[in-house]
C-alpha cells in the first residue's frame, strides 16, 4: 500500500502523462486510465454507465483505429448493455436507435477525456525566434484555428477562431510560477461587431499538467460547482479552464489550458496601474483611486461571504472553510460593474482542491491577501515599497479588512475583530509565509502588522 502510494506519489509530481495513459472525467470521477486501470461498476460509482463509458474508453485509447472492435468488446460486458448504451447515447446527443458503433465510440472517449489532443503539421510550428516546440504569437493563432476547426474548441467564440488572422491577435506574456508559455488571445473589432478589441482568452502551458488538470476537475465535481461561471454565481466566480488541449512537437507533449479571460483586473494590476497613474500624473487619478478603494472593499467583502458560507460549524466565527489557499494579489481579478455590482474571479484555483475534504482557517487565504505586497518575486521589488504605508491602508488594507469584517453578522463584529487580529498578528504568521515559498520583507510585514491591529480596531 505504502510502496504504490509512493509510486503514485512520484507518478504525480513528475507531472507527465505516460504514454497511453489519459485523465479521464466520468461521471464526475476523475482518474488517469491506462492498460491496468479497472471499468468494475464498483470502482465507478455504481453505475453501468459509468463502467461502460470507461471500458469503451480504455479500449479505445489502446486501439485507436478500431473504434467497431471496441464497441463490440465492451458490449460483451454486462454493464455495457443495450439500455446502458442508449442512456449514454441520449445523453452525449448522438443518435440512439440505432447507436452507431464508430460515432459512439468516439463520442464517448472524446467526453470522458478531460486533455484533447490537438493534432498539428510540424512543418508550421517552426518560427524563426522561438524554441523548438514553443508555440510564438503566430502559430498560437495556428494551434487554435485547428482545434476550433475539429471541433475540440466548441461555444461562442468557435467562429472567429476558425477564422485565425483575420479575427485574432495574440500576445506573448510571461506567466507565474506553474507556466511554461502564456499567450492573451484577443478578438479584432471587425469579429465583435465593432464594439472593440476584445480579449476572450488566456492559453497556459502548465508545468506540471496531471496535477493542475485533476485538481481543477475535481473543483468542477464537488459542490464548489455553484461558483463556476455557468452557474451564474453572484460574488465570487471560480474561473476554470474551458478546455484542456494537449500538442506533440517531436515527440514531446505540452499541455495547454484555454480560459475565458476573467472580468476586470487581478488586484495587482489596480494597484499598479494606480501607481503608474501617479507617475504620470494622469488626470482621472481620483476616479482610480475610488475604484481602487471599491475593488478592495468588494474583494473584501466576497471573500468574506465565500469563506461565510462554507464555514463549518455553519455561522461560526471562525470555524474552518474552503480556501482559495494561494490568494495573492495576481490571483483574483475583480470586475466593479456598471450598476455597481462587483465580481471576484478566482484564477489559478489548483489548490483549492485541499480545502474540498479537509476544510482550512480563512488566515490560509487572508495572510496571504495581506503580505503579498512585501514580497520580492524573481527580482522584482516589492509592491508595498512603492507605496507610503499611509497611502497603501487608504487605498487597499482598511477598505478590504473593514469590508471583510462587516460582510460577518453585526451583531459578531467584537468576536469578528478579535478573532481576526488573532489569524493575522500572531507571532507565527511570518513562518507561514515563509512556508509558502515566497520571499517576504520582515520589517514590511511588521509594520503591516501593526497597521492590521490600528485598523481592526477601529472598525464600528
Ligand atoms: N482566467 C484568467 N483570466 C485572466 N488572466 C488569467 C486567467 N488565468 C490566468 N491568467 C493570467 O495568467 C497568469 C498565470 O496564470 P496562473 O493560472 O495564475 O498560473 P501560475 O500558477 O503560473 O501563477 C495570471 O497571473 C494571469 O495574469
Ligand atoms: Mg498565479
Not at 499538467?209 to 475535481?218: F, Y
Not at 499611509?390 to 468576536?415: G, H, M, N, R, W
Amino acid at each position: 500500500m505504502m510502496l504504490t502510494r509512493f509510486i503514485i506519489l512520484s507518478f504525480l509530481f513528475s507531472g507527465v502523462l505516460e504514454a497511453k495513459e489519459i485523465i479521464v472525467d466520468i461521471g464526475g470521477i476523475v482518474k488517469l486510465l491506462n492498460k491496468g486501470t479497472s471499468c468494475e461498476r464498483s470502482l465507478w460509482g455504481n453505475s453501468d454507465e459509468n463502467a461502460c463509458r470507461c471500458c469503451i474508453t480504455k479500449h479505445h485509447e489502446q486501439n485507436p483505429t478500431k473504434p467497431q472492435d471496441s464497441f463490440a468488446y465492451c458490449e460483451s460486458k454486462t454493464y455495457c448493455d443495450d439500455a446502458a448504451v442508449k442512456n449514454i447515447a441520449v445523453k452525449l446527443e448522438i443518435a440512439s436507435s440505432p447507436v452507431d458503433p464508430e460515432t459512439f465510440v468516439k463520442a464517448v472517449s472524446d467526453s470522458a477525456n478531460v486533455i484533447r489532443t490537438v493534432a498539428l503539421n510540424e512543418n508550421e510550428l517552426k518560427q524563426p525566434d522561438t524554441p523548438a516546440g514553443e508555440l510564438s504569437a503566430k502559430t498560437a493563432i495556428y494551434f487554435l484555428q485547428v482545434a476550433a476547426q475539429k471541433e475540440i474548441i466548441k461555444g461562442d467564440y468557435a467562429y472567429a477562431l476558425k477564422k485565425g488572422t483575420e479575427c485574432l491577435t495574440v500576445k506573448k506574456r510571461n506567466g507565474g510560477a506553474q507556466t511554461l508559455q502564456l499567450f492573451s488571445i484577443t478578438l479584432k473589432s471587425e469579429c465583435t461587431m465593432n464594439q472593440g478589441d476584445k480579449t476572450i482568452y488566456i492559453l497556459k502551458e502548465m508545468k506540471k499538467p496531471v496535477e493542475e488538470v485533476i485538481n481543477l476537475a475535481k473543483i468542477k465535481n464537488s459542490d464548489l460547482k455553484r461558483y463556476l461561471p455557468k452557474n451564474n454565481p453572484k460574488g465570487i466566480v471560480i474561473a476554470l479552464a474551458q478546455q484542456n488541449l494537449e500538442y506533440s512537437f517531436q515527440g514531446r507533449s505540452h499541455f495547454m489550458s484555454l480560459l475565458p479571460t476573467a472580468a476586470g483586473k487581478s488586484m495587482n494590476d489596480y494597484l499598479e496601474n494606480y501607481l503608474e497613474a501617479k507617475k504620470q500624473k494622469a488626470e482621472n487619478l481620483d476616479k482610480m483611486k475610488n475604484d481602487l478603494k471599491k475593488a478592495s472593499c468588494g474583494a473584501g467583502k466576497e471573500i468574506a461571504v465565500f469563506h461565510e458560507e462554507n464555514m463549518e460549524p455553519k455561522k461560526a466565527i471562525f470555524g474552518l472553510t474552503r480556501v482559495h489557499g494561494d490568494l495573492h494579489l495576481d490571483n483574483f481579478f475583480v470586475d466593479l460593474q456598471a450598476d455597481g455590482k462587483i465580481i471576484v474571479t478566482l484564477i489559478d484555483d489548483e489548490t483549492m482542491e485541499a480545502s474540498i475534504n479537509s476544510r482550512q482557517s480563512i488566515g490560509q487565504d487572508l495572510i496571504r491577501v495581506v503580505a503579498h505586497a512585501t514580497s520580492r518575486f524573481l527580482g522584482k521589488s516589492a509592491l508595498y515599497e512603492s507605496f507610503q504605508p499611509v497611502e497603501y491602508d487608504e487605498i487597499f488594507l482598511k477598505p478590504l479588512l473593514e469590508c471583510y469584517a462587516k460582510a460577518y453578522p453585526s451583531e459578531k463584529l467584537t468576536q469578528v475583530k478579535r478573532e481576526l487580529k488573532k489569524i493575522l498578528t500572531a507571532p507565527g504568521t511570518f513562518n507561514l509565509l515563509i512556508s509558502q515559498k515566497v520571499l517576504y520583507n520582515p520589517f514590511a510585514w511588521s509594520s503591516i502588522q501593526s497597521d492590521v491591529n490600528a485598523i481592526i480596531d477601529a472598525i464600528q
